[in-house]
Nanobody, 128 residues
Framework: QLQLVESGGGLVQPGGSLRLSCAASGATLDYYAIGWFRQAPGKEREGVSCISSSGGTTYYANSVKGRFTISRDNAKNTVYLQMNSLKPEDTAVYYC?????????????????????WGQGTQVTVSS
């Protein structure tokens, strides 16, 4: 059974950078499309960025386009989210999730759906 574990969160000043990792175990990650989601206190979970199983197609929410980059290394069973130019409004718990390999990336980034697995989340706080 696929299990996902996020890491790399922390406290960073506005304008700073973080790289989140989503490490998979229990199954081969290249069978899955992967998405990064976030949830801030009092807000609904939202899709941030998603990537196809091959890595050839990506999707970004407008709020992060040009600042975040999603990538994957299937040999390492890991998906990354490089976050640059961070803003206070990026503060949230960030989760990664997996769905079947043929899921279109835009659909992948809709947080309500039949996901195969969710990670436990990692806190990102952007504050001076």
């Amino acid at each position: 059974q696929l299990q996902l574990v996020e890491s790399g969160g922390g406290l960073v000043q506005p304008g700073g950078s973080l790289r989140l990792s989503c490490a998979a175990s229990g199954a081969t990650l290249d069978y899955y499309a992967i998405g990064w989601f976030r949830q801030a206190p009092g807000k609904e979970r939202e899709g941030v960025s998603c990537i196809s199983s091959s890595g050839g197609t990506t999707y970004y929410a407008n709020s992060v386009k040009g600042r975040f980059t999603i990538s994957r290394d299937n040999a390492k069973n890991t998906v990354y989210l490089q976050m640059n130019s961070l803003k206070p409004e990026d503060t949230a718990v960030y989760y990664c999730a997996a769905r079947g390999r043929y899921t279109p990336v835009q659909l992948m980034c809709v947080p309500h759906g039949p996901f195969d697995s969710w990670g436990q989340g990692t806190q990102v706080t952007v504050s001076s």
